[in-house]
DNA sequence: TTAAAAAGTGATAATGATTATTAAATTTTA
DNA sequence: TAAAATTTAATAATCATTATCACTTTTTAA
């Protein structure tokens, strides 16, 4: 049961910059950059395709703390890092943390969990050198 | 700089409620319960004595997935679980996690991160059952 | 290849959670 | 105990997201 999405221009758009970015956006934030090459796209239309994206696996919607979603143009196993100050979200490479990962699955065994997410706090650098 | 709160009898109502529950309600939740002892309340002095509550460390606003957050009156070292069903919150008790929270603490020391956030996700028993 | 069916789009309205505003009431301070 | 500070209830406003719908594009299958 492979989800089918039509190849339209418009999603073709959303996925290509979004992969082009490792600044996790909003769909607002992706919309203003989608714009660009396609000027009559509309705001409903990139939420649209994010969900269906992200429901297809092709990309990752982060619900993490905050008022808005992010995406993720990278689909490979990876944590991130949340600045309490500005709001955003840094890649944390899976390796800093890979036994820890390690020691939460197994202990995820015993129980009747699928799986865990795991969000990180610090200041980013920007807000770290102001 | 401890938060200096007054001490009012809405104030003293929404937190002794709270602390009698391990559902983790959402602010309108628990309106609906303080509305039974203090009927004039309104849904807005719930939410921000909410807010208050937990900036001052009384309580903790869990900003977990979904689209509302929750709230929890056990401020002792503990985790939770979202059931990707219904959207139940459930504890899950420190000890099982605790070899997995101590490699994660580890790991972080090494990097500007000052804590991080974990969130597991599994069918709740309800759920489970149906 | 082409016509019917299915899926997607843009514009806009609607929803739902949360925050802001404000005049009146309560609590704290000195 | 009176002035200052805080909080409240009611309500409006905001912000992110989802729903609606007439129209267009893409897919399917003959």
């Not at 090459?37 to 696996?57: D, F, W």
Request: proline share 2%; charged share 25%; net charge neutral.
């Amino acid at each position: 049961m492979t989800i089918k999405l039509s190849n339209t221009n418009q999603r073709r758009v959303i996925i290509e910059e979004l992969k082009k970015l490792t600044s996790h956006p909003t769909a607002d934030e992706l919309y203003e950059i989608v714009k660009e090459r396609l000027p009559k796209i509309s705001l409903g239309t990139v939420y649209r395709n994010l969900e269906q994206l992200s429901a297809a696996g092709l990309i990752w919607k982060l619900e993490l703390s905050g008022s808005q979603n992010r995406f993720d143009g990278n689909v490979e196993k990876h944590f991130h890092k949340r600045c309490p100050n500005c709001g955003a979200v840094e890649d944390i490479e899976y390796h800093a943390f890979a036994e820890a990962d390690r020691h939460l699955t197994n202990a995820c065994q015993n129980y009747a969990i699928e799986g865990y997410t795991l969000e990180f706090r610090g200041l980013c650098y920007c807000c770290q050198s102001s």
